[in-house]
């Protein structure tokens, strides 16, 4: 199917009006994904009002998307609904514990992406935003989560403005093992990144960074060690805050 091959994320949106009704039905529609135990843990918050999406722009780092996106969903995972229709049906939760928070993670993560996909199979353009689980305390008080309801993934939603690149993926060779995991060799990952590396987009930060390789890029700019051990740390704290409590060691 041409969808699939064709995909592209938006971030550049037209001022065309979406359907809040539609985009209902479409949720309606991804709720059909798979799901722990048929559980659905997970819950979407729709946010349209130009206020509320200020609000959360901050803890987005500001991205332009944000803002001119008409429609921001923030999918959570979440277990204080199960949990609450438990307690009413005589029957005490375990889920307070770190392998019931990957169980709502992984369950808010397909519902997101069925989203995702349903959306722009309807014309609709989609721009998922990595910032969620990084301020995902800021992005809770905002949005007003109770506890054992954490912010995962936030996708926003629109029609799209003009007709975006595609952007590269490496080759499937890199990514598919058959049986078990065959690990790679030096010239293999040579291999299989060479094209990515040989993109002049790719060559251009190389250059704008002033860096020697484009891997560079990645570990000292764009997720350094800095930033990814202190975001690892608020969001292991804003989790155990939330109910989930890491194992002890």
Not at 164 to 169: D, L, N, P, Y
Not at 194 to 212: P, Q
Not at 230 to 244: H, L, M
Request: charged share 25%.
């Amino acid at each position: 199917m041409k969808y699939f091959s064709e995909r592209k994320t938006v971030r550049r949106y037209s001022d065309k009006k979406v359907d809040l009704n539609g985009i209902e039905q479409m949720l309606n529609d991804a709720m059909r994904a798979p799901s722990t135990g048929n559980m659905q843990l997970y819950s979407a918050v729709i946010t349209t009002d130009e206020d509320v999406k200020k609000q959360l722009a901050p803890a987005h780092f500001s991205q332009p998307q944000l803002m001119s996106a008409p429609v921001v969903i923030t999918f959570c995972a979440d277990f204080n609904r199960f949990v609450k229709w438990c307690r009413l049906n005589h029957a005490e939760p375990g889920y307070n514990n770190f392998q019931s928070f990957i169980a709502a993670a992984l369950d808010a993560a397909i519902f997101a992406q069925q989203f995702n996909t349903i959306a722009e199979m309807n014309g609709l353009g989609c721009c998922y935003l990595g910032t969620t689980t990084y301020n995902a305390a800021d992005i809770a008080k905002v949005l007003e989560l109770p506890k054992m309801v954490v912010p995962m993934v936030t996708i926003t939603v629109g029609y799209p403005a003009d007709d975006s690149a595609q952007v590269e993926r490496l080759p499937l060779e890199a990514v598919i093992h058959y049986q078990k995991y065959k690990d790679y060799t030096d010239a293999d990952i040579m291999r299989l990144y060479h094209d990515k590396e040989e993109l002049e987009e790719n060559k251009k930060f190389v250059v704008e960074n002033n860096k020697e390789t484009l891997a560079q890029v990645f570990t000292d700019i764009r997720y350094n060690r800095k930033n990814n051990e202190f975001f690892s740390t608020a969001f292991k704290c804003y989790i155990e805050e939330c109910g989930y409590p890491f194992p002890k060691e």
